[in-house]
């Protein structure tokens, strides 16, 4: 029983292998590339002269505060949009792969023709998808941590830590919004397009309702704004951030592991 339940994970580990070394090395590029530049950038006092010009809703919109600091520099090429909705993209295209691209494909039923809960197989693909996840945000932890040692970009490595788990959680979330959609209809072009167009509009509620009075109090809604409205490259961040990802990711799961055993497993 122990080896059926870890062939439930390690299978879709396995197909999602190449998929999960390529979303590395992308992002690793993307860390590399933009941590190569800061030295262009330190302590340049005249271009933050220049967007300390700009009005304070659009710096504040496109995380431009402070962008001659180590943590501002972040913020702005990085963490404040990038690596968030590259992540966000990676855990909807793999929770996809895994669950409804897999069904739709006929696939799933060589799994389900043998004596396997269907809940187990979706929890399974799921957990694979999240392990997925946390590779990849533990590499582009080490690259940045490499990357900034290289460059004498300095910037508190705890902050850093939790700036990267915030994003892996607002991944993890939109990831499990996928395998609920999964759950409920198997059409890999919804879950995808739900998936990461959901992601899409959190981020533009958190960047852009802010520059609207009538719209600014909205941006809470957003789970961007649960994520990085603390700052969380230059202070601690409150554990109730993590808790307002991480409860939701778990909520969606079982609303597609409850709603897979109510409807027909399509064919190809």
């Known amino acids: 029983m122990n080896g059926r339940i870890l062939e439930l994970v390690g299978g879709p580990l396995r197909a999602m292998r190449r998929a999960t070394i390529w979303w590395c090395l992308g992002l690793a590029a993307l860390i590399a590339a933009t941590i190569s530049i800061w030295p262009a950038f330190k302590g340049s006092s005249g271009l933050s002269q220049a967007i300390d010009q700009l009005p304070t809703g659009?710096?504040?919109?496109?995380?431009?505060?402070?962008?001659?600091?180590?943590a501002g520099f972040l913020r702005a090429n990085l963490y404040d949009f990038f690596v968030p909705l590259l992540i966000v993209i990676a855990a909807v295209v793999l929770a996809n792969g895994q669950t409804a691209s897999e069904e739709a494909s006929g696939r799933l039923e060589?799994?389900?023709?043998?004596?396997?809960?269907?809940?187990?197989?979706?929890?399974g693909r799921a957990i694979?998808?999240?392990?997925?996840?946390a590779v990849?945000?533990?590499?582009?932890?080490?690259?940045?941590?490499?990357?900034?040692?290289?460059?004498?970009?300095?910037?508190?490595?705890?902050?850093?830590?939790?700036?990267?788990?915030?994003?892996?959680?607002?991944?993890a979330l939109h990831g499990s919004l996928a395998v609920a959609i999964a759950g409920v209809r198997?059409?890999?072009?919804l879950v995808l397009g739900?998936?990461?167009?959901?992601?899409?509009?959190?981020?533009?509620v958190a960047s852009l309702f802010p520059l609207s009075s009538v719209l600014a109090p909205w941006r809470h809604l957003s789970p961007w704004d649960w994520a990085f409205g603390g700052n969380s490259l230059e202070q601690a961040t409150d554990l109730w951030r993590y808790a307002a990802l991480a409860v939701p990711s778990v909520i969606l799961t079982t609303i597609g592991l409850v709603a897979v055993t109510r409807r027909d497993i399509s064919g190809a």
């Not at 990849?136 to 939790?162: K, N, R």
């Not at 739900?194 to 533009?204: E, L, P, Q, T």
């Open 128 to 133: 694979a998808a999240l392990v997925a996840l």
């Open 110 to 123: 060589l799994y389900l023709a043998q004596p396997i809960d269907r809940r187990a197989v979706l929890l």
């Open 58 to 70: 659009v710096v504040q919109a496109f995380g431009l505060a402070d962008f001659g600091t180590p």
């Open 186 to 189: 198997a059409r890999p072009s």
């Open 194 to 204: 739900v998936g990461i167009g959901v992601g899409v509009a959190g981020c533009v």
């Open 136 to 171: 990849i945000s533990v590499l582009l932890l080490i690259v940045q941590l490499g990357a900034d040692a290289a460059v004498g970009l300095g910037i508190d490595t705890g902050y850093l830590v939790s700036t990267i788990a915030l994003c892996a959680l607002l991944g």
